[in-house]
């Protein structure tokens, strides 16, 4: 079965910390995205990979940095988390465009809250 | 930007009924994919139903099917014989060649007992 695994399912964080949600797969996917989810707003792109050691930019980086060392792995980093930054974090991966089942395979989310 | 809107934040629908979601989307390219995600109040996301733009025949998954009008670049969910399970947010999302999905901003449909 199909497997993206993000390490915390709620989370409380003080202003100010710097903080670290990491997400694995293991379906050997090349593509790993994060996204971030609000009421209202859908799901927003903050930033995305297509292969170790690479890393884009999606809508809404601002605040956050990614690390991806290994393909399984790709981990979220706020550097000085803010009350603004409270929100459900969801990390998917997916093969490249042109590969069958080229949809994305999702997380269970990380509910963020910082106080 | 290219953008995918979902003009219904909330819907309803008895037991057994049929109800149509919408979206429209925004697209300059002519080889992308278009997806329908649901997540329940579990908040896992799961795939419904895809769509291949470069094909013609709407997509069909059990009770799920979807209106797929390239021309118009529309792509409706149609759920059929509405069950209680059935209850969640549901996403349109749309992607391109080599481009992440973008979603819309959700539809939360309630099923009436």
């Known amino acids: 079965d199909v497997k993206v695994t993000q390490s915390s399912r709620y989370l409380v964080k003080r202003t100010g910390e710097k903080v670290f949600l990491e997400c694995v797969q293991d379906m050997d996917h090349e593509n790993m995205f994060w996204y971030r989810q609000d009421p209202g707003l859908g799901l927003r792109l903050i930033y995305f990979s297509y292969d170790v050691k690479m890393k884009e930019k999606g809508d809404i980086p601002e605040g956050y940095s990614v690390s991806r060392e290994k393909k399984e792995r790709f981990s979220l980093i706020l550097e000085s988390a803010s009350t603004n930054q409270t929100s459900m974090y969801l990390c998917?991966?997916?093969?490249?465009?042109?590969?069958?089942?080229?949809?994305?395979?999702f997380g269970q989310g990380t509910r963020l809250t910082v106080v | 930007a290219q953008t995918v809107t979902q003009s219904q934040p909330e819907m309803s629908v008895q037991e057994a009924e049929t109800v149509t979601l919408s979206c429209t989307y925004d697209?300059?390219?002519?080889?992308?994919?278009l997806f329908w995600y649901k997540q329940p109040p579990s908040r896992q996301m799961i795939l419904v139903i895809r769509q291949e733009a470069y094909k013609q025949q709407n997509a069909t998954e059990n009770r799920f099917s979807v209106n797929f009008q390239k021309a118009a670049k529309s792509f409706s969910l149609k759920i059929s014989d509405s069950q209680l399970g059935d209850a969640a947010m549901y996403f349109c999302?749309?992607?391109?060649?080599?481009?992440?999905?973008?979603f819309g901003k959700g539809t939360r449909l309630s099923v009436i007992a």
């Open positions: 998917a991966s997916s093969v490249p465009p042109g590969q069958e089942n080229t949809e994305a395979f």
């Open positions: 999302a749309r992607k391109g060649g080599n481009t992440p999905l973008v």
């Open positions: 697209t300059s390219e002519s080889d992308y994919y």
